[in-house]
């Protein structure tokens, strides 16, 4: 009888003849989660995989494993060989309690291996009776028990738990292409980024750094958010710091005070979109809520896309402000993104600015501008470098 963990996965059961491509990620992706701190070997069957590990790394492992995204849960496991007396033992083992405390319990078996003698009804009274009769103060409860041991007979080893750890779920890192985070160090456009990693996009991040209108700290603050995502990631996140300041100068200096807010943000996305074609993202991602605020919009939106072809993603663009605050509580950004520096986003702010640009009269605005030597003179200014959570894949 060994211990291991059981991997469970979701959506990537549905990706027919590509599935093994999103296993080959999701397996890669735990392998650099647990390296090098936790030896361990990680491996795949059909429809499952595991991790072998010293039982007393057992924990860290599971808390690393929590943050690989494609992950459904784990199941600490016991594995037996496909005899009925080591499952049986296995499942009162895992009962099994300091003191024996008054409990209910089930056995849910199923059989990926049919050439297993028993049917699964079969191994469920054949099981359960055995517990029940080593295992003092134990009566049966189908519905709602308080332990639930399951049983998993497939082609090699059986598999007995009755713990479940709740992995983030989504698709791993690396399996949806590239792209770039516009990252402004509030609180909405790191969940946008922890959003569009779920879904299995690698991330880079691009920040627009305004000294000295902005702050060293305003960076850091920056860098340490990056920190968090990189926990989430299978590699350092690169953060790309794009030196701003000439651009929002002349923005504010030419440009009519009601439009200077919807001028620059098509900066911005002109300069992401030309660099990440550099690091071969395929899309921009940014933390945009339709009416959140006045550059939020459906008509500012229209504005500000219109001097990109890229895909623009927003994955807020449903949440309202608490269930953004919500998440980036439970991810770890908040109490970094409420520190108070400004950023570029928070100067220069018009007193009224105007919620529904007419794009006439925005392209009109920017005729004052030099608009390529601009971008061009943002886009050489990059700064580049690769962040790394601290202490390693923890937050």
């Known amino acids: 009888m060994e211990q291991t963990l059981l991997i469970r996965y979701g959506e990537i059961g549905l990706k027919g003849r590509n599935r093994h491509l999103f296993e080959d990620i999701l397996v890669g992706n735990m392998r650099a989660a647990l390296a090098p701190d936790v030896p361990a070997k990680v491996y795949r069957e059909y429809g499952r995989m595991f991790v072998d590990v010293d039982p007393e790394r057992t924990a860290e492992a599971l808390r690393r494993l929590q943050r690989v995204f494609g992950i459904v849960a784990v199941n600490?496991?016991?594995?037996?060989?496909?005899?009925?007396?080591?499952?049986?033992?296995?499942?009162?083992?895992?009962?099994?309690?300091?003191?024996?405390?008054?409990?209910?319990?089930?056995?849910?078996?199923?059989?990926?291996?049919?050439?297993?003698?028993?049917?699964?009804q079969e191994l469920n009274h054949l099981v359960g009776a055995y517990v029940l009769r080593?295992?003092?103060?134990?009566?049966?409860?189908?519905?709602?028990?308080?332990?639930?041991?399951?049983?998993?007979?497939?082609?090699?080893?059986?598999?007995?738990?009755?713990?479940?750890?709740?992995?983030?779920?989504?698709?791993?890192?690396?399996?949806?292409?590239?792209?770039?985070?516009?990252?402004?160090?509030?609180?909405?456009s790191p969940v946008a980024g922890w959003m569009a990693m779920k879904r299995g996009i690698k991330v880079h991040a691009l920040h627009f750094h305004s000294p000295p209108f902005t702050s060293e700290r305003a960076k850091e603050k920056v860098v340490d958010l990056c920190r968090v995502l990189a926990a989430w990631s299978p590699e350092p996140l690169p953060l790309h710091v794009v030196h701003f300041t000439e651009v929002q100068k002349e923005i504010y200096r030419k440009v009519p005070e009601e439009l200077t807010m919807t001028v620059m943000r098509r900066f911005m996305v002109r300069v992401?979109?030309?660099?990440?074609?550099?690091?071969?993202?395929?899309?921009?991602?940014?933390?945009?809520?339709?009416?959140?605020?006045?550059?939020?919009?459906?008509?500012?939106?229209?504005?500000?896309?219109?001097?990109?072809?890229?895909?623009?993603?927003?994955?807020?663009?449903?949440?309202?402000?608490?269930?953004?605050?919500?998440?980036?509580?439970?991810?770890?950004?908040?109490?970094?993104?409420?520190?108070?520096?400004?950023?570029?986003?928070?100067?220069?702010?018009?007193e009224h600015p105007a919620t529904k640009p007419a794009l006439a009269d925005v392209e009109?605005?920017?005729?004052?501008?030099?608009?390529?030597?601009?971008?061009?003179?943002?886009?050489?200014?990059?700064?580049?470098?690769?962040?790394?959570?601290?202490p390693a894949y923890a937050v």
């Open 76 to 120: 600490p496991a016991l594995r037996t060989p496909l005899a009925l007396e080591a499952i049986q033992e296995a499942a009162a083992q895992l009962v099994r309690r300091p003191g024996d405390p008054a409990r209910t319990f089930r056995v849910s078996a199923r059989r990926a291996n049919k050439r297993f003698p028993y049917t699964s």
């Open 134 to 188: 080593h295992v003092p103060n134990l009566s049966v409860r189908m519905t709602d028990p308080d332990v639930t041991v399951t049983v998993e007979i497939r082609d090699r080893a059986a598999y007995v738990y009755a713990e479940e750890v709740a992995g983030p779920g989504g698709l791993p890192v690396g399996a949806s292409s590239r792209a770039l985070l516009l990252l402004s160090g509030g609180i909405d």
């Open 272 to 350: 992401a979109a030309r660099h990440a074609a550099a690091v071969g993202a395929v899309a921009l991602v940014t933390g945009e809520s339709v009416g959140q605020v006045a550059s939020q919009t459906l008509e500012s939106m229209a504005a500000i896309n219109a001097v990109t072809t890229m895909p623009i993603l927003r994955p807020l663009v449903a949440f309202d402000k608490q269930e953004t605050i919500a998440l980036a509580q439970r991810i770890g950004t908040y109490e970094i993104s409420i520190r108070p520096y400004e950023d570029c986003c928070t100067i220069f702010v018009p």
């Open 364 to 390: 009109a605005a920017e005729q004052a501008l030099d608009v390529e030597g601009l971008v061009a003179q943002a886009v050489a200014s990059i700064e580049t470098m690769a962040v790394e959570p601290q």
